[in-house]
């Protein structure tokens, strides 16, 4: 049976059903080949009304329900993305502009995810506390409520999946939003697959839309959390609103991170790491290596090595055979990263690589001769573009690593006693010691600093659970506590 045939969904939003959507319908377009895979309803704030409300209505039977029958549902969501990630994958090819390695990556996580959460609806949730009084004292974890989930379309299905399968594990019902540019392969397969695991309705609501369906998950009042992967300045405007509506805003945002390479590392090995850092799924993850700070010693080396590796990437359709590298997402983003290659050539820097495309298909690019204020490595590009500027110590190292106002992920290449020492003196979320800035697993604590969001949000149990229940304080004597009066 095909989980996405478009006969299911097509026109319409799931909203606890297949529903027609308030705000229309709209064509999934492949970036690759300009072609329509699909037509989709829009969300509205009606929708997303209408949808809030009974999310917390289904809610309270949910989080009263048996632990084991939440564990199941997930688990059967797990085996499910196993048995149709064929299937699920040739949609984020197409619609995502994923090379097939990546889109397997994306379904062998999910389900991955879901196991993983399945094993948190039992999860211990409480402490037995102190007291001074003759009395038990409990702190326990409870569903935070409806949780409201926006995801990015670069990872589409990870990035709505790392959120909605612990937040319904514990007990809350989901408003997911995905990117409308991959409201398939990060919306409705997301919903099919929970139709099909037995996800009693109402739980989950899947509301692709634009910016009023983006404002009105995060406003409505039943909603209780806010998870968002982003850009940074849409991440700000969300913590603004989230502050003032006193809700809590798990902030993932965007990254301009750094891979330094040390005196003596490997440069071949080193060469190959900054590549995949930088041009994995044409550079848009917020992991991105978008700054390659390499000793001195070894620049040159570096830069001409890197260059002939970007050189001799293939780029092109990945649905029609293999490449490294897909389209960019859209034309608006190609626009972006050839401005800001663009500006940085005119103030100077060397094109050693790349900085053209045919189409949204753009070249793997490096960059020599930069320094930190030209715009392609002060800014986060999103796009497959390597800037290299050489240092001559490691202090000079970890200034220009901690000359960012991003802080998620570093890389460091080479002999590990100098690696900690710097990993030590740099503020980041994540570490890779001899390893690219790009990694993540289920089972990992994830999140960034200062503009790169609001600390670990996602992954693991003390996470997951951090994220997605309130604490609850609850006293129980043997008898009615005596008062003076």
Same mark, same amino acid.
């Given at each position: 049976?095909?989980?996405?045939? #478009?006969?299911?969904?097509?026109?319409?939003?799931?909203?606890?059903?297949?529903?027609?959507?308030?705000? *229309?319908?709209?064509?999934?377009?492949? #970036?690759?080949?300009?072609?329509?895979?699909?037509?989709?309803?829009?969300?509205?704030?009606? !929708?997303?009304?209408?949808?809030?409300?009974?999310?917390?209505?289904?809610?309270?039977?949910?989080?009263?329900?048996?632990?084991?029958?939440?564990?199941?549902?997930?688990?059967?969501?797990?085996?499910?993305?196993?048995?149709?990630?064929?299937?699920?994958?040739?949609?984020?090819?197409?619609?995502?502009?994923?090379?097939?390695? /990546?889109?397997?990556?994306?379904?062998?996580?999910?389900?991955?995810?879901?196991?993983?959460?399945?094993?948190?609806?039992?999860?211990?949730?409480?402490?037995?506390?102190?007291?001074?009084?003759?009395?038990?004292?409990?702190?326990?974890?409870?569903?935070?409520?409806?949780?409201?989930? +926006?995801?990015?379309?670069?990872?589409?299905?990870?990035?709505?999946?790392?959120?909605?399968? %612990?937040?319904?594990?514990?007990?809350?019902?989901?408003?997911?939003?995905?990117?409308?540019?991959?409201?398939?392969?990060?919306?409705?397969?997301?919903?099919?697959?929970?139709?099909?695991?037995?996800?009693?309705?109402?739980?989950?609501?899947?509301?692709?839309?634009?910016?009023?369906?983006?404002?009105?998950?995060?406003?409505?009042?039943?909603?209780?959390?806010?998870?968002?992967?982003?850009?940074?300045?849409?991440?700000? /405007?969300?913590?603004?609103?989230?502050?003032?509506?006193? /809700?809590?805003?798990?902030?993932?945002?965007?990254?301009?991170?750094?891979?330094?390479?040390? #005196?003596?590392?490997?440069?071949? /090995?080193?060469?190959?790491?900054?590549?995949?850092?930088?041009?994995?799924?044409?550079?848009?993850?917020?992991?991105?290596?978008?700054?390659?700070?390499?000793?001195?010693?070894?620049?040159?080396?570096?830069?001409?090595?890197?260059?002939?590796?970007?050189?001799?990437?293939?780029?092109?359709? %990945?649905?029609?055979?293999?490449?490294?590298?897909?389209?960019? +997402?859209?034309?608006?983003?190609?626009?972006?990263?050839? *401005?800001?290659?663009?500006?940085?050539?005119?103030?100077?820097?060397?094109?050693?690589?790349?900085?053209?495309?045919?189409?949204?298909?753009?070249?793997?690019?490096?960059?020599?001769?930069?320094?930190?204020?030209?715009?392609?490595?002060?800014?986060?590009?999103?796009?497959?573009?390597?800037?290299?500027?050489?240092?001559?110590?490691?202090?000079?190292?970890?200034?220009?690593?901690?000359?960012?106002?991003?802080?998620?992920?570093?890389?460091?290449?080479? !002999?590990?006693?100098?690696?900690?020492?710097?990993?030590?003196?740099?503020? &980041?979320?994540?570490?890779? +010691?001899?390893?690219?800035?790009?990694? !993540?697993? #289920?089972?990992?604590?994830?999140?960034?600093?200062?503009?790169?969001?609001?600390?670990?949000?996602?992954?693991?149990?003390?996470?997951?659970?951090?994220?997605? &229940?309130?604490?609850?304080?609850?006293?129980?004597?043997?008898?009615?506590?005596?008062?003076?009066?």
């Amino acid at each position: 049976m095909a989980l996405l045939e #478009p006969g299911t969904w097509s026109g319409k939003i799931f909203d606890g059903g297949w529903t027609a959507g308030a705000g *229309g319908v709209y064509d999934v377009v492949e #970036p690759a080949t300009g072609g329509t895979l699909g037509v989709l309803g829009r969300a509205d704030g009606a !929708d997303v009304a209408r949808a809030a409300t009974a999310a917390a209505a289904a809610q309270l039977d949910w989080a009263a329900r048996p632990y084991e029958e939440r564990a199941a549902i997930l688990r059967r969501a797990g085996r499910l993305f196993e048995d149709h990630a064929e299937e699920i994958q040739g949609w984020i090819v197409r619609e995502a502009g994923s090379i097939p390695p /990546k889109a397997e990556l994306e379904t062998h996580f999910v389900a991955n995810l879901c196991y993983e959460a399945a094993a948190l609806a039992s999860h211990p949730q409480g402490l037995v506390l102190p007291s001074a009084q003759p009395r038990w004292s409990l702190a326990r974890r409870r569903p935070a409520g409806v949780v409201s989930v +926006i995801a990015p379309f670069n990872f589409p299905l990870i990035l709505s999946m790392r959120s909605v399968a %612990p937040a319904l594990a514990l007990g809350n019902a989901v408003l997911l939003k995905p990117d409308p540019r991959t409201a398939v392969c990060g919306g409705v397969a997301v919903a099919r697959v929970f139709e099909e695991a037995g996800l009693p309705a109402g739980l989950l609501h899947v509301l692709p839309g634009g910016l009023d369906a983006g404002e009105a998950v995060v406003a409505a009042p039943e909603v209780r959390v806010v998870s968002f992967t982003g850009s940074t300045p849409a991440g700000r /405007k969300i913590g603004e609103v989230c502050g003032r509506l006193l /809700k809590r805003a798990h902030l993932e945002l965007g990254g301009n991170n750094a891979l330094i390479v040390l #005196p003596g590392a490997d440069i071949s /090995k080193a060469v190959s790491a900054g590549a995949w850092g930088s041009f994995l799924h044409q550079g848009q993850i917020c992991m991105t290596t978008g700054r390659h700070l390499v000793h001195e010693s070894v620049h040159e080396e570096y830069v001409a090595a890197l260059a002939d590796k970007a050189d001799k990437l293939p780029v092109g359709d %990945p649905a029609a055979g293999p490449v490294a590298l897909g389209p960019i +997402i859209d034309d608006k983003q190609l626009a972006h990263v050839d *401005g800001l290659v663009r500006d940085t050539v005119a103030a100077g820097a060397r094109l050693a690589a790349g900085g053209t495309h045919e189409g949204l298909f753009y070249r793997p690019t490096v960059l020599a001769d930069v320094t930190p204020s030209m715009p392609a490595y002060a800014q986060e590009v999103f796009g497959p573009v390597a800037p290299v500027v050489p240092f001559a110590t490691a202090d000079d190292a970890i200034a220009l690593a901690r000359d960012s106002e991003y802080g998620l992920s570093l890389g460091i290449l080479g !002999d590990v006693g100098q690696a900690m020492k710097i990993a030590d003196a740099v503020p &980041t979320g994540l570490v890779h +010691i001899n390893d690219q800035t790009v990694n !993540d697993e #289920p089972v990992i604590p994830f999140g960034g600093l200062a503009a790169s969001g609001n600390g670990s949000r996602f992954g693991g149990p003390d996470a997951n659970i951090e994220a997605f &229940t309130e604490t609850q304080w609850v006293t129980m004597r043997g008898e009615i506590a005596p008062y003076p009066f």
